[in-house]
């Protein structure tokens, strides 16, 4: 008799709705989301994120101005992404702070995915567990080449490469003394921190 209350009971027992990318897109097509709300999925789950600060715009914006600057002057084929969407797979949509992408994203039609960005960064201050524990992971199982965490509590930049399922095999702690290598250029975090 037990047996057989345990799986009604697994059975009826609420579950979350999951949602999809073109489900979220057409929620926003019809007014239920607000344009300038940006929601995340995780999971098929709706994540509103969280308003950004001053001291966070004013690294997003440092680091815009640095890449940009960088692919310029060197002439390379790369794209400064700000704040726009990035997928795993269909239920999963992330929104980095900067995504650098090969100029040829623009040949996709859709949403690019985080195997396509040659470097993802999430600049983080009251997101940090978020941006750790929630999103990096999805970063590590869609194969990312290399993340960036820039933990503005701490003053450090975290380099996350060579993902494995749902983690980073390589992490390579920075303080805002030290240079980080992009492009093959060194960038002082001083400039960014």
Do not use: C
């Not at 084929?77 to 994203?105: C, R």
């Amino acid at each position: 008799m037990s047996a057989i209350l345990e799986r009604s009971s697994k059975k009826s027992a609420p579950k979350p709705y999951k949602f999809s990318i073109n489900q979220l897109k057409k929620m926003y097509e019809l007014g239920l989301i607000e344009p300038e709300k940006k929601i995340e999925l995780i999971n098929g789950e709706l994540v509103m994120m969280t308003p950004i600060g001053f001291k966070h715009m004013k690294v997003v914006d440092k680091l815009n101005k640095l890449f940009n600057n960088l692919i310029s002057e060197n002439n390379l084929p790369y794209v400064v992404s700000v704040q726009n969407p990035i997928k795993k797979n269909n239920k999963e949509l992330l929104y980095p702070d900067i995504a650098i992408y090969p100029e040829k994203i623009y040949q996709k039609e859709e949403i690019p995915d985080i195997k396509d960005a040659y470097l993802i960064i999430e600049v983080s201050d009251t997101t940090l567990e978020y941006d750790k524990n929630v999103k990096l992971p999805i970063y590590a199982k869609g194969k990312a080449r290399e993340v960036w965490i820039i933990n503005l509590k701490e003053k450090i930049v975290e380099k996350y490469t060579n993902p494995s399922g749902k983690l980073f095999k390589d992490i390579h702690i920075y303080k805002k003394d030290e240079e980080i290598s992009v492009f093959e250029n060194k960038i002082n975090l001083a400039e960014i921190l």
